[in-house]
């Protein structure tokens, strides 16, 4: 092509000079020869003459090493983009020529980004000691040599950048410094390190303490990372003096608390309170979870705080310049403890656990009104304004300290009851106290048409009330509610059971204008339910005919949020953009089976979203790179609350790097990063400031990327060549939080070919992929990265026979480890619709017919085999989650928990053990 492309210019037939701002060159042979690939670089070198090209991508070429040398003639402003193969040629002959001029220019050409190579001291060295300006990056990790090598690399700081390095790396360049005095080269060390100083994980005596001041005394604006580290008491005080020299500080709970203790100790409290308030970002976080949640079988450790504990951050809080989020949650503290904080409380956010809320609330009330009015004026400040008391159990006690609560704060606007065991006889003297708060949660409780009257009462008590829920309780006449609006309780949110049969059927005749009545396993359906005027017929039943029915699931309340109901979004196809709608039927968590996402509704709502492009140009001086797609969320104002984005962090170490994971919000005017409430195994939560532009991030200075990722082996077949009897299979390696409908897209000319996808990969890593029966397989290594559109191409590409039936496929990474290999059957596959996604619908819908078709003692030994079914690593269903989950709720469960694939392989795999043949039979209809 560039060949042409020079003969055009040279016979005139391109306009000249033309600016190109990235010129790709790409075989149009799978393997041309050498001499093919020399001629083309001529040409390229030729062309460059009349264009001015910004950009040269060679890394689908396989040129030879001398072959480039062509190009690092061209004298103009170039960057070249070549194979991890071709650099490591390249670097290796330029070693041996040692050409000073060719040199020079190839450091200029790559950026000195030399981070894929694997170096050694004397390659490095001869590239440190070029007269250039043009600093050189190298991977510690990928050059485990160089973390021995620290006295000869700090002469070159000023010319080294240094990516991925250890914690033990960086404490021996501090210490080779301390030892040598030498201050000037401190700038230079911060530079290459790029201001981070990370000592997490390691035990420190007094010399590493006094190497880290004198580095911190003779620079400035560095990110101190402490996570996990172990300092002596001495030293953690001399540091704490040197915070104005400290951007950001990350410690682990343990370490802050003894900074806190140092600042209440010492003699200028001020300055010491200020600068670790500072740099702690004015956030106190005492919790363990902050950074990651632990698994259920591993729960957190209380760390119990004293009473000198809390004295010491009451002292801290009173020297903040501002407000300070103080984080209590994972702690345990007595009520005369936790009493110390009331005086500080108007300068926090607090966030706590439900039991420090409870005790916080008794502790309201005291003898003095005016010392109660002023107490309980701070606990709402501290909570923002919103009261939530959801899943706790209100006594007599804390009724009547939440009522001295409502009376004294007019800035208490919104009170969460849910799942509290609510009765009419503990609602009723509530009632009359809540004349300022404007949305009331009263759902999930014990409720009765006793409270009808009352609860209408709170419209003339409370004329600004926003809104009332009353989900999930035992009222039953609802007629009284229909004329106000501000009452939320619906129909399918009820106990209602078979008894109401009748009565349900006569709506028809009763109301002939209505179009649908909705139940819970209708939630995918888009639906518009007024209330209904059944008071009269319902009238006609007995009260005491109407009690649960034998299949009413018994939830722990505790579960409620752990499992969202999953949906399958409207999707449309439009101009290559997918478009996402589904119309939430009220409040709770939501999963888009197709996205990964989650929404926490506060009411019924349409949802609009979709995918958009990623500007790396943006997220780069943030020193952020894209950790998942960019979501463009549309919905009315205040309907979401939270929302949960998918991760593909694998290890706990990675999730444990405080600052790591971040989601940037993209407004009209502004980009900004939100930090996460709580990261779980599979997503990342936030609260909603306002509805945009979402997209999960990380910080790339952290320098963790070694370790694994949730990655996904996608395979797609494609049509088959009849001139050269042959197919091909892509093969794409990406992030598992990519969602299949943004892949299918690029291949709806291709059959999705159904295998467990799961795997682990390590960004910037090599990999290769192996098939016996291949005629061909191209290129013969590739690296991953964590790239999220807008193109998904294959990453490798297996030429077969063109009547192969089945092949097995295995991939290994850089040291020849199998990273996963699976046998793939090419008459097994999936078509995607016209729009380009898997029919996942169908599969949906099929799902529950099948487990239909079982009777009851069937039901329960497929339940039985699902709570030990382990598919492709994934641990099973937990036992308490199915103990009373009918045939829709246990799809729901298979889905969220083993996704659509892994649903489907699961089913079939305990069909057969519980000898239903025919259905599994059945099952196989789905892949074709």
């Known amino acids: ?43 390229l070198a030729s062309l460059l003459r009349h264009w001015t090209v910004g950009r040269l991508d060679l890394t689908d070429s396989c040129i030879p090493a001398q072959g480039l040398i062509t190009l690092l003639l061209h004298d103009g402003p170039l960057t070249v983009k070549l194979s991890e193969e071709s650099f490591q040629q390249l670097l290796c002959l330029l070693h ?14 790559v950026g000195g980004d030399l981070t894929s190579c694997c170096l050694n001291w004397e390659l490095l060295h001869y590239l440190l000691q070029q007269a250039s300006a043009q600093t050189i990056t190298v991977n510690l990790r990928k050059n485990l040599f160089l973390q021995e090598e620290t006295t000869r690399l700090l002469p070159f700081l000023d010319r080294i950048v240094f990516k991925r390095p250890s914690p033990s790396f960086v404490m021996s360049s501090i210490r080779e410094l301390y030892r040598a005095h030498d201050s000037h080269a401190v700038p230079s060390l911060l530079r290459s390190l790029g201001h981070v100083i990370n000592l997490s994980c390691r035990e420190l005596d007094s010399v590493d303490c006094a190497a880290l001041i004198f580095i911190l005394k003779h620079g400035d604006g560095v990110k101190l990372n402490l996570l996990w580290t172990s300092i002596p008491a001495e030293g953690a005080e001399s540091i704490l003096f040197m915070l104005d020299k400290v951007s950001h500080l990350s410690v682990d709970r343990n370490q802050l608390l003894r900074f806190i203790h140092c600042c209440a100790a010492c003699d200028v409290q001020q300055e010491a309170a200020s600068g670790l308030l500072r740099t702690l970002q004015h956030s106190l976080d005492l919790s363990c979870s902050s950074c990651v949640e632990l698994p259920e079988e591993d729960q957190p450790e209380l760390l119990s705080l004293t009473a000198d504990d809390c004295r010491a951050v009451s002292t801290i809080l009173t020297h903040s310049s ?52 002023r107490r309980a004026v701070s606990l709402c400040a501290a909570l923002g304004g919103e009261l939530d008391l959801s899943h706790s159990t209100l006594d007599q006690r804390v009724c009547g300290a939440l009522v001295q609560m409502l009376d004294s704060c007019e800035g208490l606007t919104e009170l969460d009851l849910s799942h509290c065991q609510l009765t009419d006889q503990l609602l009723l003297p509530l009632i009359t106290h809540l004349h300022k708060v404007q949305v009331l949660d009263l759902s999930h409780n014990q409720i009765t048409d006793a409270s009808t009257d009352v609860l209408l009462q709170l419209l003339s008590i409370n004329p600004s009330i926003d809104c009332v829920r009353l989900y999930s309780n035992n009222i039953v006449h609802r007629a009284a509610f229909k004329e106000h609006k501000q009452f939320e309780i619906c129909l399918s949110h009820n106990q209602i059971t078979d008894a109401s049969t009748d009565v349900l059927l006569q709506l028809l005749s009763i109301n002939p204008s209505i179009d649908c009545v909705r139940s819970e396993e209708e939630q995918t359906k888009e639906l518009e339910v007024e209330m209904l005027e059944i008071q009269a017929a319902a009238s006609s039943i007995d009260d005491s005919e109407v009690k649960p029915g034998p299949n009413t699931p018994d939830i722990n309340p505790k579960d409620v949020k752990k499992l969202p109901s999953s949906f399958i979004p409207e999707v449309k196809n439009e101009c290559a953009q997918i478009f996402y709608r589904f119309k939430c039927p009220g409040s709770g968590l939501f999963h888009c089976i197709l996205t990964g996402l989650v ?7 349409e949802l609009l979203y979709k995918i958009i492009q990623w500007d790396e140009s943006v997220l780069q001086p943030a020193g952020k790179m894209a950790a998942g797609p960019l979501f463009d969320i549309k919905c ?30 993209f407004t009209d005017d502004a980009m900004s990063f939100i930090k996460p409430l709580k990261i779980t195994d599979t997503h990342v939560i936030v609260d909603n400031p306002h509805l945009s532009a979402f997209g999960l991030v990380l910080d790339f200075l952290m320098g963790i990327w070694n370790k694994q990722v949730k990655g996904q082996v996608l395979l797609f077949l494609s049509p088959p060549n009849h001139a050269k009897q042959t197919q091909n299979i892509n093969v794409l390696l990406l992030p598992r939080n990519i969602p299949m409908t943004e892949v299918s897209k690029h291949h709806q000319t291709s059959h999705f070919i159904l295998v467990p996808s799961a795997c682990n990969l390590i960004k910037n890593t090599t990999y290769t992929v192996h098939c016996p029966v291949a005629n061909k397989i191209q290129p013969k290594r590739a690296e991953f990265d964590m790239e999220f559109g807008p193109n998904y191409s294959p990453t490798f590409v297996i030429r077969l026979p063109m009547n192969t039936d089945e092949v097995t496929l295995t991939i290994r990474d850089q040291t020849d480890t199998e990273v996963w290999e699976h046998e793939a059957d090419l008459t097994d596959h999936l078509p995607f619709s016209a729009d380009g996604r898997i029919p996942a619908e169908k599969i949906m819908v099929m799902l529950p017919d099948i487990l239909e078709d079982l009777n009851d003692e069937e039901f329960k030994k497929f339940k039985w085999h699902l709570k030990t079914e382990v598919w492709n690593n994934i641990s099973p269903i937990k036992e308490n989650y199915l103990s009373k989950a009918d045939r829709n709720d246990t799809v729901d469960l298979m889905v969220q928990t083993y996704e659509i694939t892994g649903a489907v392989q699961v ?3 305990i069909l057969k ?12 209809t789905l892949r074709h």
Do not use: Y
């Not at 041309?32 to 040409?43: D, G, I, T």
């Not at 040692?98 to 450091?107: R, V």
């Not at 949960?644 to 790591?660: I, M, N, R, W, Y």
């Not at 053990?913 to 196989?924: A, E």
């Open 1 to 43: 092509m560039s060949l042409l492309l020079f003969q055009w210019v040279r016979r005139g037939r391109v306009v000249c000079p033309l600016a190109v701002e990235e010129l790709s060159l790409v075989p149009k042979k799978a393997q041309p020869s050498q001499r093919v690939m020399l001629r083309a670089v001529s040409s």
């Open 96 to 109: 041996e020529i040692q050409d000073k001029d060719l040199t020079l220019s190839f450091l200029s050409k």
């Open 322 to 373: 501002r407000d300070t989020q103080l984080d209590l949650r994972d702690c345990e503290v007595e009520d005369s403890v936790l009493d110390l904080l009331f005086p500080v409380l108007h300068r926090v956010h607090l966030r706590v656990s439900k039991t420090v809320l409870l005790q916080l609330l008794s502790l309201v009330p005291v003898n003095s009104e005016r010392d109660t009015v």
């Open 599 to 605: 929404f926490d509704m506060t009411r019924e709502a």
């Open 636 to 665: 009315c104002e205040d309907a979401v609350r939270q929302l949960h984005f998918p991760h593909c962090v694998k290890t706990q170490e990675a999730l444990l790097s405080d600052g790591l994971l971040s989601v940037a919000h």
């Open 907 to 909: 089913m079939e795999n």
């Open 913 to 924: 053990m519980i000898c239903r043949n025919d259905l599994v039979k059945k099952l196989s």
